[in-house]
């Protein structure tokens, strides 16, 4: 059965289109663009109470009925148990590929994603901001490196860890990283780059991708109606 995917072509996105692309799962593109205020509308806040892309709607869950499930991490997780495929079977292997994926929900996504809004879209540079995330990315590069130093992936094979991380790893020139200081996660980088399906999930939605840095976008995005209660 078909899954409804309800993205943009975001990072926290293209996690989502990179696994349904590895597991060959079908899949319906259901477009939200976060710039005109879609994340706000009632049927998308009905199975994503955040407001934030993606989620999905599976018709087929754990007990022959629908399941939505919203936040990208929880998302392949579900993904991963539902095909058997990206997560280590093993205790030990499963738990090294999941402290990874937290690793990208609780520093790269929020620290990459800070850097590249005071390096990009604050309307006014602010030293503070600009120096405090482009050293927090430095240092979290820097982790990642020592890692891939000693190993190919982040847990023993290809996993939803590498496919949480790599799309944000993508705009590392907006967040003041050159990717060559980091000859470890370069490599990686290159080699997760190289994948037919990551280069098939890359291409979900990117017709529509655009700046979002209009009146209009910057207020759905930064502005008040990011802070209404709904």
């Keep these: ?33 976060i710039g005109a205020g879609d994340q706000f509308e009632p049927r998308f806040l009905a199975i994503s109470p955040n407001n934030k892309i993606p989620a999905i709607v599976d018709p087929d869950g754990p007990d022959g009925r629908p399941i939505s499930i919203f936040e990208s991490g929880a998302i392949l997780i579900y993904l991963a148990g539902k095909t058997g495929r990206f ?56 982790v990642m490196d020592r890692h891939l130093a000693q190993a190919r992936y982040f847990a023993d094979s290809y996993s939803i860890a590498d496919m949480a991380i790599f799309p944000w790893t993508r705009s590392h020139a907006h967040q003041g990283i050159e990717l060559a200081a980091y000859p470890h996660v370069q490599r990686w980088y290159e080699d997760i780059a190289a994948r037919p399906a990551v280069q098939r999930g890359l291409k979900v939605l990117e017709s529509q991708r655009r700046a979002l840095t209009d009146d209009k976008a910057r207020e759905n995005l930064f502005g008040a109606a990011q802070y209404q209660r709904r």
């Excluded at 409804?4 to 293209?14: F, M, V």
Aim: charged share 20%; net charge negative.
């Design 1 to 33: 059965m078909t899954i409804d995917l309800y993205s943009w072509p975001t990072p926290n996105g293209h996690k989502i289109h990179i696994m349904l692309e590895e597991c060959e799962l079908p899949y319906l593109v259901h477009a939200v663009d």
């Design 87 to 142: 997560l280590p079977p093993g205790d030990r292997g499963k738990y090294q590929a999941l402290q990874w994926l937290m690793f990208q929900m609780g520093s790269v996504g929020p620290m990459l994603g800070q850097a590249h809004h005071f390096r990009r879209y604050t309307p006014e540079p602010i030293a503070y901001g600009i120096e405090r995330y482009t050293n927090e990315a430095r240092r979290l590069y820097g």
